[in-house]
Nanobody, 122 residues
């Protein structure tokens, strides 16, 4: 499975961005897709996850109500819509795929995209 993340950029606080994660190479409907982020000097943290099939979603408390994860099965693409962005959302965002479904732990994800930088200015 190969994952290609895109959509990052520079945005002012309060703005929005949509990240995309295109999957190829055979994801299963039982896979979960997740987004994680890593800010400079910090550990990678869970952001959101979704099942390819049923569409169940889970979010980190820090993004709940502001971020929305979704997927388009026909395009094999997952999305992360980020609204009301804050400077503390600045990080490299990674998408990942897990055969364990909607996992929150990064070590349960076998496949990772290359990361896309999101910078939120105050």
């Amino acid at each position: 499975v190969q994952l290609q993340a895109s959509g990052g950029g520079l945005v002012q606080a309060g703005g929005s961005l949509r990240l995309s994660c295109a999957a190829s190479g055979g994801t299963s409907s039982s896979y979960g897709m997740g987004w994680f982020r890593q800010a400079p000097g910090k550990e990678r943290e869970f952001v959101a996850t979704i099942m390819w099939s049923a569409g169940r979603t889970y979010y980190a408390d820090s993004v709940k109500g502001r971020f929305t994860i979704s997927r388009d099965n026909a395009k094999n693409t997952a999305y992360l819509q980020m609204n009301s962005l804050k400077p503390e959302d600045t990080a490299v965002y990674y998408c990942a795929a897990s055969k364990y479904g909607t996992a929150r732990l990064s070590n349960l994800y076998e496949y990772w995209g290359q990361g896309t930088q999101v910078t939120v200015s105050s």
